[in-house]
């Protein structure tokens, strides 16, 4: 690409950055939310989804690390980006894979079985293939601490959007009024979303721009191995990726089963509707009050502050049993607050690491050092979505369309569901509160001394 077709960082970047979060999350929050329930369609044990999901993330453990060094080793295409060109071998499988994760295939036994994992694999792989470089991106598209930042909450916004607007028409459309599961509309939405998702890359490719360039001669002088040294060394990630782990449990294990209680302890899958659309006032009010917390206080002291309040909401269920379910969602959306602004702040914490690398350790490879926070994140998953379904096998669910659960089961999906938000915080505030290092000052002389470089 010519230097004079690169024009300066702008909002176009940041709408970009928007879509490029839509695009992924139309496929990633759905799998994530409605794949297990999804799977009972099936009548596929609790057990057996466990295990897909176990060895799903062994399989990542080999392929993560290897697909995120790929934008390290090789540049492909004549652009020069870096990683726009990954997003575009990526994009489309993403959105099959969504489409197979839903689609009510007529298979039996171990067939059946087979499709399954076939299906999860390949959205494990696609997805990998798409948020790595999307998200190692921010690195080349500025490297104005600013901006980065700027770009943070603009991804933040994204996967919002999707979750508040998109996920929050799943229990209007793909339930009957007796909660139970229609799987033609889940194949529907997902066809939908899966469209959506391309339409969404699209708009990144062409709106954000990578600035920044890295010479072939670095490229060739690659080394896994000191990357490795690098992210083992470099406290402040290790302290992101534990705090994420916990993020991902509520992401991930309160999505998946939040549709439980509600469906057999309260039933009213209804009021997930109303929840989705009570976090867009804190979305309108966190995306400019954030900000300039961060500004006053810095990213550390916003997060702590924001954690601590969802853990005190998140405690409340636990300690005592609500049964009024607009009580209980009004303490949903409460306790969401706090991981509204984990979610604003997270990914320019991510940035933070990357540059805290290359100040102590002279080591720059953003995909591969993002590639390995990434897999942390579907660690969390896995660990939340694992847990789920053993915790549901343990708990005496069955799965199948229409199957009225006892009430052991139904008490025990009530424990199950607002145990995990309380596990969240905990590793929030380990993560956050002891093992990240860069508060306000150590950030500022830490860009102060780069730019000096």
């Not at 990526?90 to 489409?99: D, R």
């Not at 066809?191 to 699209?202: A, E, P, Q, R, W």
């Not at 940035?351 to 990434?374: A, H, I, Q, V």
């Amino acid at each position: 690409m010519n230097k004079k077709q690169i024009r300066p960082f702008g909002v176009k970047d940041e709408i970009g950055y928007v879509f490029g979060d839509m695009a992924g999350s139309f496929v990633n929050l759905f799998v994530d939310a409605y794949f297990l329930i999804f799977c009972t369609v099936f009548g596929i044990s609790m057990a057996a989804v466990s295990a897909l999901m176990l060895f799903s993330r062994f399989w990542d453990a080999i392929n993560d690390p290897i697909m995120g060094s790929f934008p390290d080793r090789w540049m492909i295409g004549k652009s020069g980006d870096k990683f726009k060109p990954w997003i575009k071998i990526f994009m489309l499988p993403l959105a099959l894979s969504g489409v197979l994760c839903f689609f009510n295939v007529p298979l039996e036994g171990i067939a059946l079985h087979a499709y399954v994992a076939f299906a999860y694999v390949l959205y494990g792989m696609s997805y990998t293939g798409t948020s790595m470089p999307f998200g190692a991106m921010a690195s080349v598209v500025s490297d104005d601490p600013i901006q980065r930042s700027k770009l943070s909450r603009a991804r933040s916004i994204g996967g919002t959007i999707v979750g508040i607007v998109g996920l929050s028409i799943v229990p209007v459309v793909c339930f009957d009024k007796q909660s139970n599961i229609l799987p033609e509309r889940f194949t529907l939405i997902a066809v939908i979303f899966g469209v959506l998702s391309i339409i969404s890359y699209f708009v990144l490719l062409n709106f954000t721009q990578e600035r920044i360039r890295q010479n072939s001669e670095k490229a060739e002088k690659f080394n896994y191995g000191k990357v490795l040294k690098a992210t083992v060394h470099n406290r402040p990630l290790i302290g992101v990726m534990v705090a994420t782990l916990g993020s991902m449990l509520f992401i991930t294990g309160s999505n998946q089963v939040r549709s439980y209680i509600f469906k057999e302890y309260y039933a009213r899958t209804d009021v997930m509707s109303i929840i989705s659309l009570a976090t867009i006032p804190i979305l309108v009010i966190c995306f400019p009050l954030v900000p300039k917390l961060v500004a006053k206080f810095g990213k550390k002291a916003t997060l702590m502050a924001a954690i601590v309040s969802s853990t005190i909401f998140s405690v409340i269920p636990v300690v005592m049993e609500i049964k009024n379910v607009y009580i209980y969602s009004a303490l949903v959306v409460l306790g969401t607050i706090g991981q509204t602004v984990f979610t604003m702040l997270i990914w320019a914490l991510v940035t933070d690491c990357l540059d805290y690398s290359e100040w102590k350790f002279n080591e720059r490879s953003d995909g591969s050092m993002y590639s390995l926070y990434t897999f942390s994140r579907k660690i969390g998953s896995t660990i939340a979505s694992t847990g789920v379904s053993f915790g549901l096998a343990a708990i005496g669910f069955v799965s199948g369309s229409n199957v009225v659960q006892t009430a052991e089961a139904v008490n025990g999906i009530y424990f199950l569901v607002n145990i995990i938000p309380v596990v969240t915080c905990i590793l929030e505030l380990v993560g956050v509160g002891l093992i990240f290092n860069l508060n306000k000052e150590t950030t500022e002389q830490m860009y102060a001394e780069l730019k000096a470089k």
